[in-house]
């Protein structure tokens, strides 16, 4: 009896923990992700501002290069959005949906579902509209355990879906590929783990304030191949980290990436120069000088 007693209570602990660590579904302010933009286009889709001229959204919402108009700020659904605001507004002066955004001939699978939208005007940066920072080549593939939040809109407040956002963990790639099969493209997709209720319809995966991911929602529905609860067809992103260059030579995004790697050589050299210093300033010990004088006078006494 006593041992289920503290059997059970371990396990309140351990889901305690993972209720600290995965957060489900928590309402939040456009303040906290305001690189989140609501895209109508051929689709509604969600993307992610990454400079005041450019928004990163799945190709598939843009392929026809038809129009599109972007909402930034808004804290819901704009097309359900009855008594709020629609947040700024900016329509699209160019589509760029990858060159090689394309079905996959086996099963259909949509590829390289990746695309850029040129803004008509500069986006104006305020606490609710600021732009996403690229992360680096070498962060991917990401690490299984990776913390990650996924932002995108649901459950209805007067006929408005609203910004929600959840954190969750990277799998390990081989689970993700045991969890959908072949329908998983390892190459360019990864998998997260999350807790309870998911966003029915998740936008952007973002880590530490870098944009890492679109939801793969608009690919196709991606379904679990094994009976595992904790298997969601929303747990799937398209990785960003393959398409970099192209975002890069696309879009005005600058490339930072060797930036840092000069910083790290010049960390070493400015060691030994505090020690240098702390040699200089040092003075010649003065306490030997009152000690000559007392033996001078000392002596002096000694003799008369
Ligand atoms: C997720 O968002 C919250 C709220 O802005 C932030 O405090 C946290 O650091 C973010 N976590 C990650 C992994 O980006």
Redesign the pocket.
């Known amino acids: 009896m006593s041992i289920w007693l503290i059997f059970g209570s371990l396990l309140g602990v351990i889901e305690f923990s993972q209720q600290q660590l995965l957060t489900p579904l928590t309402k939040t302010s456009p303040e ?1 992700f305001p690189y989140q933009v609501y895209v109508e286009a051929d689709l509604y889709c969600l993307g992610a501002l990454i400079s005041t001229r450019f928004v990163v959204v799945n190709a598939i919402c843009i392929e026809s290069r038809n129009h599109a108009e972007v909402h930034l700020g808004t804290e819901s659904d704009p097309f359900y959005n009855i008594f709020g605001t629609k947040g700024q507004v900016i329509k699209a002066s160019e589509l760029l949906p990858h060159p090689e955004f394309g079905k996959r001939y086996t099963d259909h699978v949509l590829v390289n579902n990746i695309g850029l939208i040129k803004l008509r005007d500069p986006a104006i940066l305020t606490s609710k509209v600021q732009p996403i920072k690229l992360p680096s080549k070498y962060d991917f593939p990401l690490l299984p355990g990776t ?3 996924v932002t995108g809109y649901m459950d209805s407040i007067f006929m408005s879906d609203i910004l929600r ?1 959840m ?1 969750v963990k990277v799998r390990p790639q081989e689970q993700c590929q045991e969890f959908y099969g072949k329908d998983f493209m390892t190459d360019v997709e990864q998998c997260v783990e999350a807790t309870g209720r998911r966003i029915d319809w998740p936008g952007v995966f ?4 870098k944009l890492v991911g679109l939801a793969r929602e608009l690919s196709r529905s991606i379904d679990c191949v094994v009976s595992d609860s904790s298997c969601s067809k929303h747990d799937v992103f398209l990785s960003i980290g393959p398409y970099l260059d192209w975002i890069y030579e696309n879009s005005d995004v600058p490339r930072t990436a060797p930036l840092v790697r000069i910083i790290r050589i010049q960390q070493p050299q400015f060691v030994p120069k505090p020690l240098n210093r702390l040699q200089i300033v040092l003075p010649p010990s003065p306490i030997i000088v009152p000690e000559l004088v007392n033996i001078h006078d000392r002596e002096g006494f000694d003799y008369i």
């Open positions: 906290l913390l990650l939040n956002f954190t973002a880590m530490d304030g």
